[in-house]
């Protein structure tokens, strides 16, 4: 058993032509009027092609509305694909999602768990996205799906590699599971280092008995190896 995201991106998709076809809220409608103005003003060769999206006429809705329609990615998906995977697997245990930000947002810290107006500025870790309570252990999970490279997906694996950096020497009673998934995630590290992004971060926090790295399809097995005394830090 795995996370399902296709499945989820095809539901999502589903709602969001549904909201289409009752016609697109006037707050998300703005929101991509922005967007679009963004892009007609980013480069010159597409002002022109692309001017009309701005406008307030039936065709410029209809483009707005379908491009809402089509990208259910900016609505955290992957997370949510993640999200019923956990609590379909583990029925028995206590699953919840974090807050990315905030003073409730939990991050590793030199070995420790830490909410977030105690962690360093210098700290660049990625917040965890999950929580995962049972059979006396307390698992965060950071989790990240990413399809394609870029500099922003660079960016979200360095904060990863951060993450496992953080993790090392985990006190208290706490675990941690890191979960790159994607395609993104399958490719070389780098030029220099050809091993897979998956198979570093495992590399990087292969020596901690309470840290573990996997993809979304390795999850159970990992999960149900990772340390089985621990119990909750906060």
Known sequence: MEPDYTAKIESYKR????????????DKDAKLLEQ???LCLSDEDTKETFAFLNSDSVAARVMRALHY???PSRQNVYEAAFLDFLHDKYPFHTVRSLPSKGPLAIYPEQGAIVRSPEKSQENRAKSFDFLIEGDGRVIHVAHKFTNEEGGAQDNQYNDLIETGKQCRGLRGCAGVLLVPDGPYYLRPH???HRIART???KRLV???PNVAACRGAEFSLTFAGLGRS?????
């Open 15 to 26: 709602k969001n032509l549904a909201e289409v076809a009752n016609g697109l809220p006037k």
């Open 206 to 208: 292969g020596a901690e």
């Open 199 to 201: 198979d570093f971060l």
């Open 69 to 71: 329609a089509k990208k």
């Open 190 to 192: 780098s030029r220099d």
């Open 36 to 38: 679009c103005s963004a």
């Open 230 to 234: 621990m119990t909750a830090s906060l």
